[in-house]
Structures are given as structure tokens and as C-alpha cells.
């Protein structure tokens, strides 16, 4: 699995599926995590505040609407997400 490299995308909260998703695929893949983090404004709206788990940021940060095409452009080659027997870069 060391050749199949994933890029996850979601918003950042230490409680969501994504969160499980990432833990499990960094054990067997090189993982790279984009989105942005959940704004405090909404964790206190959905009452979320009492989690008390610290929100981190992603390998890449982006806005709630990202330019991917942007994201790859400006990302080392050697870094994108490919898989062992699709298209190699």
C-alpha cells in the first residue's frame, strides 16, 4: 500500500467519520487531510462545545469551498494522491 497515496477531504472536528476514516488509512497509506476547520460560531450554534477535544488544522488548510485544480497546482507532484496502478506523476 505504500505506493497508494490518499488525499481525504472533509471539515475538521474530532468527532466526525472522517476522523476514524484518517486514523485507519495513515496505519496503511501516506494520507494527506484538506479542508477547513469548524468555525467556533458553529460549534457553539450545534451545541458542540462540551466535546472538549481540540479542533486541528489539516495538512491543507482550505476554505469551506476549495479550488482543488488550485490545491494540485500549488502541491509538490511527489505528494499527490495516486494510485499503484493508475497514472503515475
Same mark, same amino acid.
Given at each position: 500500500?505504500?505506493?497508494? !497515496?490518499?488525499? =481525504?477531504?472533509?471539515?475538521?472536528? /474530532? %468527532? $466526525?467519520?472522517?476522523?476514524?476514516?484518517?486514523?485507519?488509512?495513515?496505519?496503511?497509506?501516506?494520507?494527506?487531510?484538506?479542508?477547513?476547520?469548524?468555525?467556533?460560531?458553529?460549534?457553539? !450554534?450545534?451545541? =458542540?462545545?462540551?466535546?472538549?477535544? /481540540? %479542533? $486541528?488544522?489539516?495538512?491543507?488548510?482550505?476554505?469551506?469551498?476549495?479550488?482543488?485544480?488550485?490545491?494540485?497546482?500549488?502541491?509538490?507532484?511527489?505528494?499527490?494522491?495516486?494510485?499503484?496502478?493508475?497514472?503515475?506523476?
Amino acid at each position: 500500500m505504500k505506493n497508494f !497515496k490518499v488525499w =481525504l477531504a472533509y471539515v475538521s472536528y /474530532p %468527532v $466526525t467519520t472522517a476522523v476514524y476514516f484518517e486514523r485507519a488509512l495513515r496505519r496503511i497509506c501516506p494520507t494527506t487531510t484538506i479542508g477547513p476547520v469548524l468555525p467556533p460560531e458553529l460549534i457553539e !450554534k450545534w451545541q =458542540l462545545q462540551n466535546m472538549n477535544l /481540540p %479542533v $486541528t488544522e489539516q495538512d491543507i488548510p482550505t476554505s469551506f469551498e476549495p479550488d482543488m485544480a488550485g490545491i494540485l497546482a500549488r502541491t509538490d507532484p511527489a505528494r499527490h494522491p495516486m494510485i499503484r496502478y493508475g497514472i503515475r506523476r
